[in-house]
């Protein structure tokens, strides 16, 4: 069908005299032009089942506006075509274009997708709202100094109408899968990544390829969204069968870009801690690791290995042979290392001079083009949205770290503008300024306009570095599996098409915000972003000495066994003294064996059983690279059609639901996240007939006992060492790597 449709496309141009005057059904248009006075609006088929639309005031989009889409996409027709079209369509007017299954018809100037079921009829998804005394749906407001505008679009929706996605919510109120209700703040800002991209369960996915800031507003009966600055307004908006996500991802991430898969050495165990400050203690840490034979696979460096922001090298003091420590690491464990960088840089970095000169740091609208303050000084940000300053940024990472065999790196505090964290200055506690952001201003543009992709850039650079100095044989677009990744705490849509993952950023060490992560890994995970994970025990306010602190260390740590990347870990806190110098040399011990030696046996055994569901990770993965099927997949994607109580449970964010997840097509995991818990409450959901049909049922991971096709809530027990976890056919299948 797809040929079938880019050959007509081909021969559809000559037609153009009769389509711009027909009212009718254009099965197969290369675009539609809508002009209206001073605005004009472009619908172009755009992959399959799927059309972009981009809005421009006084003159066309030039093509070379920031845009996150392929082009052209890996599947389906169009890209590749400028501002191609085959029909003009006047103020007022009417015209129909179609692209497989779904319809673009502009009715008297007003635009509404419908998607064509087999039978023919049509079903209607979204139209422009607008109604008799109202705002127009495509509302701009512009600047008298500036070409661009802020502007607002809406559209209809429905009271019972579900959206799933948005990107990753803050840690940690918002416990929410249906974002139905909510206003989404488009501002990056730590744990909170939300991105424009939405799934709703009428069978569609609306994404906004626009990296302004701004929000949108699902209210009951519109959905708004607004950006508070842009020059050309650009949506993508696809069709599937209501209940089927996978084709949604399918046809999204066609147009966004898939995930290359991971070396073997990320799926294992990553061991981290805020922070290691010596070359010894890291060596010290392999040896223990290999003392006490537990498998580590990655082990990271985190920040403050620099003497100043900006150096982008290890302060020679504390690390004085990192070559050494590389080899000494691997013989021990065979583990790869990964080192934090911050995009932040202080006027005492050896680098500074020559980016300030370059022009290659970001500045603000006014001042001296100081962003942002940490541990008591000034600093600025690298503009990596400037080629030259990623091409300067790589040399000195390739430099200090690549060429010495520290090949992985963790792009923190990426998240661009200013952070508006509490900073110190001169013994002067500066907390909650009134003004947090910035006027940032980057190669790209403006904060307002550009800023969500800030960190999308750094992804780039360590992306392209990466490339160019290693081996590949990738021949797409973007790389099909990588030798080593990024981790990043910001991203924007299709950030997945980088060798980089995802971590949910600083969340707080709590029984409630361990069951919070589900609802934003599956959140995220609805966007495109399958490569993710998290802090085991939380970011900050573990105290290890504790019961408690120990009980939640484990029960999270279950959980990271079940993430596509196996999580990390962070700050702990402890009665052991803490000395100023070096900065953040916490000596609170945060290894499997730190937590009692009850608990480092259940440790142990989880990190062996995440070694042993490699084969069915790595399937995972190739899987997501081939289709862009969703790994970490929230209960509505594969139950929504079987299981009424599912789509009821998720409608209004029933904890039962959204706290639980499948890993991948077999495993249903259900942390736990009460204190002091010794059994949980499960909703085993129903199977499909399909599934039923090929043999299918539940199975209690532990004992394997046999649950049955679902439809109901279970308890089952649960100790530390038994995270709630139920998988779909053979358990010997699962370690094998059938999915
Ligand atoms: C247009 O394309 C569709 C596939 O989307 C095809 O079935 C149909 O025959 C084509 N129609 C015309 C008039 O060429
Ligand atoms: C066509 O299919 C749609 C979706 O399944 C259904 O809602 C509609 O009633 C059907 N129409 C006819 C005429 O069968
Ligand atoms: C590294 O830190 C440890 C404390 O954990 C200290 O005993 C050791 O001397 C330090 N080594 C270096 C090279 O600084
Ligand atoms: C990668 O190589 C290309 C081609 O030589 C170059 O233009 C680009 O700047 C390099 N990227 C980085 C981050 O060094
Ligand atoms: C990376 O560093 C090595 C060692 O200094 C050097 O030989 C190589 O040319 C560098 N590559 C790039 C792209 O900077
Ligand atoms: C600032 O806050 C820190 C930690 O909260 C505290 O140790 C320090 O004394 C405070 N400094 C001043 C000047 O209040
Ligand atoms: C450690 O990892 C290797 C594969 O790298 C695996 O064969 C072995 O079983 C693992 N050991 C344990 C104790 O999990
Ligand atoms: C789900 O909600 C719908 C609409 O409110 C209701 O008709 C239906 O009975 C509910 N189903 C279950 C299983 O509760």
Known sequence: MITLLLAVLLGAATNSASASTSPYFQPNSTGIRLQNGFERVLIQPYGNHAFRVRASLMRDPSGKELSALLDPPIEGPGGGQGAAHDVKVPFMGSATIRNGDLVADILHGVI??????????????????????????RYYRQDFRAASFEAQFSFTSTPDEQFYGVGQQACCKD????????????????????????????????????????????????TRFVASEANVVDYWITTALPGDYDSLQQQY????????????????????????????????????????????????????????????????????????????????????????????????????????????????RDGPGVQDSFEGVYTRLIDSTNPAAREFLWRQLNESYFSKGIHNFWIDQADGGTLGEPFENNGQNISAIPYPRSFAQYFIGTQEGTGKMYPWFHQQAIDEGLQNLTENSNTGPTPASCQFMSLTRSTFAGGQRFCSYLWSGDTDSRFDVLLQQITSGVSVAASGISAWTLDIGGFAGMDIDTDSGRELFVRWFSMGVFLPISGIDRTRTCSLARSSSPPHANPCPNEPWSYGDANFAIIKNYISLRYQLIP????????????????????????????????????????????????????????????????QEVYLPRLTSEMIEEGLSWTHWWTDTPMGEGGRRIVVDAPLDQIPVFYLGNKADIFEGAI
């Open 112 to 137: 509404s997708f419908f998607r064509v079921e087999q039978n023919g009829s049509r079903t209607l998804l979204i139209s422009e709202y607008t109604d008799t005394k109202a705002l127009q749906a």
């Open 175 to 222: 416990h929410s899968v249906n974002k139905k209700g909510q206003v989404i703040d488009f501002v990056n800002f730590n744990s909170n990544v939300r991105l424009p991209v939405y799934m709703s369960n009428k069978g569609y996915l609306h994404f906004f390829n626009m990296p302004s800031q701004g929000q949108i507003e699902f209210s009951p009966i519109r």
């Open 253 to 364: 991430t066609a147009v966004t870009g898939r995930q290359p898969t991971p070396p073997d050495f990320l799926l294992g165990y990553q061991q981290s801690k805020l922070r290691y400050y010596n070359q010894s203690q890291v060596i010290d840490l392999a040896q223990r690791f290999h003392d006490e034979q537990v498998n580590v696979s990655l082990i990271v460096i985190d920040f403050f290995n620099w003497k100043f922001q900006g150096d982008w090298s290890f302060d020679p003091e504390f690390w004085p042979d990192p070559q050494s420590m590389v080899n000494e690491v691997k013989r021990l464990t065979g583990a790869e290392l990964m080192v934090s960088l911050w995009p932040s840089v202080e006027d005492l970095s050896v680098n500074y001079n020559t980016l300030q000169e370059e022009g290659l740091l970001a500045t603000a």
């Open 616 to 679: 069915y990770v790595k399937q995972l993965f190739e899987m997501l690279q081939d289709t862009g099927r969703t790994i970490m997949r929230p209960l509505y994607y594969d139950f929504t059609l079987s299981d009424e109580n599912v789509v009821n449970g998720t409608a209004v964010n029933d904890p039962l639901i959204v706290h639980e997840f499948m890993f991948g097509p077999r495993i249903l995991v259900a942390p736990v996240g009460t204190e002091g818990a010794l059994v």
